[in-house]
């Protein structure tokens, strides 16, 4: 199971809490780069763009991030956030379709900055999908120079 599908949730109605998500992924609130990145690279805090999304009104409705051997990175690692604007009271049902964003970041060098919309099937209401078209995508690379010691 990816981080894409494990994070498409459709067995509830109702969008995160950034406790809920600091929990999750707590390195969707880094807002610098980790110290081995050097001067030149460029972090994109991935709040401020979650914050402008929902102000928007779309809500983040899964995240993950994934894991580190390196403790030291585990608050700067890459994450995923599924957003979609929250209907009140739908239900999903297998065979819909949802269009939602997916914003994929991380500030420790290991992704790009990517932000893709798409539509997603659904094949099981606790986590599968199939994509099934894509609207759009933005990604973003940055400099990813080690600091010198």
Do not use: W
């Not at 390195?27 to 979650?50: D, G, M, N």
């Amino acid at each position: 199971m990816t981080v894409y599908t494990h994070t498409a949730r459709f067995d509830t109605g109702r969008a995160l809490t950034e406790d809920e998500m600091r929990r999750a992924a707590p390195s969707i609130f880094a807002k610098a780069a980790h110290v081995s990145r050097s001067e030149r690279f460029q972090p994109i805090p991935t709040i401020e763009v979650l914050r402008g999304l929902m102000a928007e009104g779309f809500m983040p409705v899964g995240a993950k991030q994934s894991g580190t051997r390196d403790a030291g990175k585990a608050d700067f690692t890459k994450h995923l956030i599924r957003l979609r604007r929250v209907d009140d009271g739908k239900v999903y049902n297998v065979g819909d379709t949802v269009c939602e964003i997916l914003l994929k970041n991380a500030n420790d060098g290991t992704s790009a900055y990517d932000l893709m919309a798409g539509l997603f099937r659904i094949r099981c209401l606790n986590s599968l999908v199939a994509q099934t078209g894509t609207i759009d995508s933005v990604k973003v690379r940055v400099a990813l120079l080690l600091k010198a010691r």
